[in-house]
């Protein structure tokens, strides 16, 4: 497929989960790609190896999505290699999950540093380097659309990068960019299923119309259609992936 042919996009949290299968999944659409890591080279650069034996452009490079500093290097090292950006995913993200009662200071920052500050910090640097007629897409969660008890920093984080989103897609709009949310519902990554029982994940994974956990793969078809151009009229939208789930 070649949708995104000469399209340069930057995919962050990429090394593994949905970030890595929307990197893959956007070179087989035909685009360049980078894969963005924080901490994890190793895993980055086998993403990068499968998009280049499959016959598509990729570099992977690291930098932490809550510091600005790194994220301009992040955009600097992009076009420095590719000529421009046309495309941002922002995944990057953490989840830890606890009652509020028993949520520690260090464990609300670190959520909003990575999931919040990380998103604002990746749009201010798009709203001078991304590529006219671009396109950005913020991972947030459709958990933004319910109420379970332990995700309440987590969703806080995730409602307030939805209405980022909105505003910043009126702000950018006048130079062709979209911006939209993708929700996913539960989903089969490490991320979902670290310390979660069999039991949890069954009842979860019935929460949809499908009966099933979602899969990076279904996640990953949904962003790479939001960023072509037959897509541009969907704007400032938090688009549900999640099976029916809500």
Not at 20 to 25: F, H, V
Request: glycine share 8%.
């Amino acid at each position: 497929m070649s949708v995104l042919n000469e399209k340069v996009a930057i995919v962050t949290g990429a090394s593994k989960g949905i970030g890595a299968e929307i990197a893959k999944y956007l070179a087989y659409n035909g685009a360049t790609v980078v894969v963005n890591y924080a901490n994890n080279k190793e895993n980055a650069e086998n993403v990068v190896k499968e998009i280049i034996q499959n016959g598509s452009k990729a570099i992977c490079i690291q930098a932490d999505v809550s510091n600005l500093d790194d994220v301009k290097k992040l955009f600097k090292e992009t076009i420095s290699h590719f000529g421009k950006v046309d495309i941002l995913v922002n995944n990057a993200g953490i989840m830890i999950n606890s009652l509020l009662k028993d949520a520690t200071i260090e464990n609300f920052e670190k959520q909003i540093n990575v999931n919040l500050k990380g998103i604002f910090n990746t749009l201010k640097e798009a709203s001078t380097q991304l590529a006219d007629n671009g396109s950005i897409i913020n991972i947030s969660s459709t958990v933004t659309r319910t109420a379970f008890p332990t995700y309440g920093i987590y969703s806080a984080t995730k409602s307030a990068v939805q209405q980022l989103s909105s505003v910043f897609a009126k702000e950018i709009g006048h130079r062709g960019i979209n911006v939209n949310c993708v929700l996913p519902g539960p989903t089969a990554t490490d991320l979902f299923l670290k310390g979660k029982s069999e039991e949890i994940i069954t009842k979860l994974a019935s929460s949809n119309a499908f009966k099933r956990l979602g899969t990076p793969s279904d996640i990953a078809k949904i962003v790479a259609f939001l960023v072509t151009d037959e897509a541009k009229w969907i704007n400032g939208q938090n688009i549900g992936a999640n099976g029916g789930m809500a």
